[in-house]
């Protein structure tokens, strides 16, 4: 076996149809993920990993240690959720373990390595547990090496798939939570999934590997409602995954750290580069402790609560999508299962995730003595992409209402996603609202109730659309410099503005654009203007409920709430927090008011 060198191009092709086998079978995967957790999203997760991985070997390579290095590369870069880590961190492993073989091309340095990296996947997790994707790993490349008298890959292969797909039979008997639903675990399948297509296209010099289950007109495979009862409510609400660069810390210390604000703790370590997940309640204190041992370059954060309650009990057959512009409590977001797409906050060179890793007071707090402005940025297509590939095998139709798209991309970001859908039978409807900040939220509010009141698709779609033209927001702005910055007041009247000490109130035109619609010396003064306005509305037109925001000024907040009570006759359905990309361009101590009119007048 010494004397046998691996064909890097065969082995090329090995990886993309062992990967491409993955994303075939990812709603199979969805399907039976019921462990650490039950939110259904291995095969997704997995899916993600393997697309970084097509692309990366995509290009030409000239040698196996190249391949694997870009395997690696892209790995860590693209993995997602447990066994994903997992995955990254073995195959970083027989990369690192490849170097320092003297013959890189070898069978004999392959089988080394490949046993040899079992150590590091170990490692990489916090609490080892027999039964999931670890056992297939050690299983699989300890099959290899006992093999080792057999010559070539060619044979030896195949025996150690056999010994994988013992291993992965008996996950049903090692945990209780896999043998209750009579299911194998959902990563460990997916480890078995890649070495199944990336042995029969090394073996067979294959270039398309038929997937077993999977056809393009097959029919959608639904999450039965009865399928995961026995698995429990996670203990933590977020999982949360964040690549760092430059690091600076050992990964036991790294894990030492992390370890009290969570579990599912993994940690990846490779060439100064870490990815790390965990469950977590505080996803915003994991972020800060890794900021200060290396620079973040990407992170996510799903809800687990939500998945899981909508696994559990799902209370609608629409799914209802807004993204975090739009400011509705976390508690109503919850109770009524709806799916929230995060912007994303740049302070200096660390991205934050809007309401989760980073909320409007810290946001204050650390750009008060920063020279350079922070930016937005609107969800990614890839993240819009992976809700909606959740969202498809659990409803049969998705409506999102976006902040107004003269605000933002998102708008076009989501129509994006939503054409990819070609493929799926789930109908979805991606609506502009016209609106942000609460009155975006009033929209969200008004769109739960229809989709809870048993109307068709169609005539909820259309009563949203309607139901735009009666919100209207009222921002009382107190500093004008972040007004100024972000573009929202143009620099020359701004200037003239605060020489005046004009304190102005900001609303949105019928298209969603921002507008002065008056102006005070004061801010009483606007209280005054603003609250005058609303009575006349209130008179004209009745209104019907509305919201109190603000940025970082909770006790002006209140005050308006009893002005606003005495004149309207009744009180706000809600005080919050405005999101921090509202807060960046209002600037702090600013208070908006949000209403919605029950009908408009002639």
Same mark, same amino acid.
């Given at each position: 076996?010494?004397?046998?060198?691996?064909?890097?191009?065969?082995?090329?092709?090995?990886?993309?149809?062992?990967?491409?086998?993955?994303?075939?079978?990812?709603?199979?995967?969805?399907?039976?993920?019921?462990?650490?957790?039950?939110?259904?999203?291995?095969?997704?997760?997995?899916?993600?990993?393997?697309?970084?991985?097509?692309?990366?070997?995509?290009?030409?390579?000239?040698?196996?240690?190249?391949?694997?290095?870009?395997?690696?590369?892209?790995?860590?870069?693209?993995?997602?959720?447990?066994?994903?880590?997992?995955?990254?961190?073995?195959?970083?492993?027989?990369?690192?373990?490849?170097?320092?073989?003297? /013959?890189?091309?070898? %069978?004999?340095?392959?089988? $080394?390595?490949?046993?040899? !990296?079992? +150590? #590091? *996947?170990? @490692? =990489?997790?916090?609490?080892?547990?027999?039964?999931?994707?670890?056992?297939?790993?050690?299983?699989?490349?300890?099959?290899?090496? /006992?093999?080792?008298? %057999?010559?070539?890959?060619? $044979?030896?292969?195949?025996? !150690?798939? +056999? #010994? *994988?797909? @013992? =291993?992965?039979?008996?996950?049903?008997?090692?945990?209780?939570?896999?043998?209750?639903?009579?299911?194998?675990?959902?990563?460990?399948?997916?480890?078995?999934?890649?070495?199944?297509?990336?042995?029969?296209?090394?073996?067979?010099? #294959?270039?398309?590997?038929?997937?077993?289950?999977?056809?393009?007109?097959?029919?959608?495979?639904?999450?039965?409602?009865?399928?995961?009862?026995?698995?429990?409510?996670?203990?933590?609400?977020?999982?949360?995954?964040?690549?760092?660069?430059?690091?600076?810390?050992?990964?036991?210390?790294?894990?030492?750290?992390?370890?009290?604000?969570?579990?599912?703790?993994?940690?990846?370590?490779?060439?100064?580069?870490?990815?790390?997940?965990?469950?977590?309640?505080?996803?915003?204190?994991?972020?800060?402790?890794?900021?200060?041992?290396?620079?973040?370059?990407?992170?996510?954060?799903?809800?687990?609560?939500?998945?899981?309650?909508?696994?559990?009990?799902?209370?609608?057959?629409?799914?209802?999508?807004?993204?975090?512009?739009?400011?509705?409590?976390?508690?109503?977001?919850?109770?009524?299962?709806?799916?929230?797409?995060?912007?994303?906050?740049?302070?200096?060179?660390?991205?934050?995730?809007?309401?989760?890793?980073?909320?409007?007071?810290?946001?204050?707090?650390?750009?008060?003595?920063?020279?350079?402005?922070?930016?937005?940025?609107?969800?990614?297509?890839?993240?819009?992409?992976?809700?909606?590939?959740?969202?498809?095998?659990?409803?049969?139709?998705?409506?999102?209402?976006?902040?107004?798209?003269?605000?933002?991309?998102?708008?076009?970001?989501?129509?994006?996603?939503?054409?990819?859908?070609?493929?799926?039978?789930?109908?979805?409807?991606?609506?502009?609202?016209?609106?942000?900040?609460?009155?975006?939220?009033?929209?969200?509010?008004?769109?739960?109730?229809?989709?809870?009141?048993?109307?068709?698709?169609?005539?909820?779609?259309?009563?949203?659309?309607?139901?735009?033209?009666?919100?209207?927001?009222?921002?009382?702005?107190?500093?004008?410099?972040?007004?100024?910055?972000?573009?929202?007041?143009?620099?020359?009247?701004?200037?003239?503005?605060?020489?005046?000490?004009?304190?102005?109130?900001?609303?949105?035109?019928?298209?969603?654009?921002?507008?002065?619609?008056?102006?005070?010396?004061?801010?009483?003064?606007?209280?005054?203007?603003?609250?005058?306005?609303?009575?006349?509305?209130?008179?004209?037109?009745?209104?019907?409920?509305?919201?109190?925001?603000?940025?970082?000024?909770?006790?002006?907040?209140?005050?308006?709430?009893?002005?606003?009570?005495?004149?309207?006759?009744?009180?706000?359905?809600?005080?919050?927090?405005?999101?921090?990309?509202?807060?960046?361009?209002?600037?702090?101590?600013?208070?908006?008011?949000?209403?919605?009119?029950?009908?408009?007048?002639?």
């Amino acid at each position: 076996m010494d004397d046998q060198a691996i064909d890097y191009k065969k082995l090329l092709n090995a990886f993309q149809q062992g990967a491409t086998q993955v994303i075939k079978e990812k709603q199979e995967l969805n399907q039976i993920n019921v462990f650490p957790v039950s939110d259904g999203d291995t095969g997704s997760n997995l899916a993600s990993l393997m697309q970084a991985i097509l692309e990366e070997t995509n290009k030409e390579a000239t040698s196996v240690l190249e391949v694997f290095e870009r395997v690696a590369e892209a790995s860590l870069l693209g993995a997602r959720g447990n066994s994903g880590i997992i995955f990254a961190q073995y195959f970083n492993g027989i990369y690192n373990n490849l170097l320092i073989q003297e /013959e890189k091309n070898s %069978v004999a340095s392959f089988v $080394k390595s490949v046993k040899s !990296a079992i +150590a #590091e *996947a170990y @490692q =990489a997790i916090s609490n080892p547990v027999e039964g999931t994707i670890i056992t297939v790993i050690r299983s699989w490349a300890e099959a290899l090496s /006992e093999n080792d008298q %057999v010559q070539g890959l060619e $044979k030896l292969l195949p025996k !150690a798939l +056999a #010994e *994988a797909e @013992q =291993a992965l039979n008996n996950t049903t008997k090692q945990l209780k939570v896999l043998q209750r639903n009579q299911v194998v675990d959902a990563g460990a399948k997916g480890f078995y999934i890649f070495i199944t297509g990336f042995t029969h296209a090394f073996v067979n010099k #294959e270039t398309t590997v038929k997937s077993r289950t999977y056809s393009d007109d097959s029919p959608k495979i639904e999450i039965s409602d009865t399928k995961h009862l026995n698995t429990s409510e996670p203990k933590y609400r977020y999982c949360t995954e964040i690549l760092l660069d430059h690091v600076t810390k050992p990964k036991a210390e790294i894990q030492m750290k992390l370890a009290p604000y969570g579990d599912s703790l993994i940690v990846a370590v490779n060439r100064n580069k870490a990815r790390i997940h965990i469950h977590s309640n505080q996803p915003d204190e994991v972020l800060s402790y890794l900021s200060t041992i290396g620079q973040p370059l990407q992170q996510k954060a799903d809800d687990m609560l939500l998945q899981y309650q909508v696994n559990q009990h799902k209370k609608a057959s629409i799914a209802l999508v807004t993204d975090s512009i739009a400011d509705v409590p976390a508690e109503y977001i919850l109770n009524n299962q709806i799916h929230v797409l995060p912007m994303n906050i740049l302070i200096g060179n660390t991205s934050y995730i809007d309401k989760i890793t980073i909320q409007s007071k810290q946001f204050f707090k650390m750009n008060k003595n920063r020279s350079e402005r922070a930016t937005s940025s609107q969800p990614t297509l890839k993240t819009v992409e992976n809700l909606f590939s959740f969202l498809e095998t659990r409803y049969e139709a998705i409506i999102v209402i976006t902040v107004a798209d003269k605000l933002s991309g998102t708008f076009h970001t989501v129509k994006e996603a939503a054409k990819k859908m070609t493929a799926s039978t789930t109908r979805i409807e991606v609506i502009d609202s016209k609106q942000n900040s609460a009155a975006q939220g009033l929209l969200i509010m008004n769109a739960a109730e229809l989709i809870h009141s048993g109307l068709t698709f169609d005539e909820i779609v259309e009563q949203i659309k309607k139901k735009r033209s009666q919100l209207k927001i009222l921002v009382s702005v107190d500093d004008l410099d972040p007004m100024i910055d972000s573009g929202r007041i143009p620099q020359f009247a701004g200037k003239i503005a605060k020489k005046i000490n004009v304190k102005p109130i900001v609303s949105l035109n019928e298209k969603g654009e921002g507008q002065l619609s008056d102006f005070a010396f004061s801010l009483k003064g606007n209280e005054r203007k603003i609250i005058h306005q609303l009575k006349k509305i209130h008179t004209k037109n009745k209104i019907r409920r509305y919201a109190i925001i603000h940025a970082n000024a909770e006790q002006r907040a209140q005050h308006w709430k009893n002005k606003l009570s005495e004149a309207v006759g009744f009180q706000p359905s809600y005080i919050m927090d405005i999101s921090t990309v509202i807060a960046m361009s209002a600037g702090q101590g600013s208070i908006a008011v949000a209403v919605e009119i029950e009908e408009r007048g002639d």
